[in-house]
């Protein structure tokens, strides 16, 4: 039987987790994000390991983990490009869209499936395609 982190495939070589892990909270912030909706985007860590990814204790780091904080960033950077004002672009989230079934866009990215996350990427990134 393989050990645990044996089964969780870590970040490759080049990718520093703590970093993107900053990078994460400082977006859950700039969004004003509860804990529970910062949780709920990376895919549900046990609480305990949330705590210490967010006291900076990111000792490992799944690989889903950083694809979810990829798909954030991603989301984050291009609302800073489709809005110039910032208060407008971090409160898109949080505003109803009918493209996500008048769901707002955070909540469609917490329905738990990275493929959530990619769908609001996805989502932004055609919107902001002329400007690309």
């Known amino acids: 039987m393989l050990q645990t982190q044996e089964r969780i495939r870590l970040a490759p070589q080049g990718i520093d987790p703590a970093a993107a892990l900053r990078g994460f909270f400082a977006i859950v912030q700039a969004w004003g994000l509860s804990a529970e909706d910062a949780r709920a985007l990376l ?12 006291a900076g204790n990111a000792v490992r780091v799944p690989m889903d983990t950083l694809r979810r904080i990829g798909y954030v960033a991603g989301i984050y950077k291009a609302l800073e490009l489709v ?19 008048d769901q707002t866009p ?27």
Do not use: C
């Not at 895919?43 to 967010?54: C, K, V």
């Not at 955070?106 to 002329?130: C, H, I, K, N, S």
């Open 43 to 54: 895919g549900a860590p046990a609480e305990r390991t949330f705590y210490a990814w967010r």
């Open 83 to 101: 809005y110039s004002d910032p208060h407008l672009a971090d409160d898109w989230i949080k505003r109803p869209n009918r493209a996500f079934g």
């Open 106 to 132: 955070l909540q469609r990215m917490r329905a738990g499936d990275v493929t959530d996350l990619a769908a609001v990427r996805g989502y932004l990134d055609a919107a902001r395609a002329p400007w690309s």
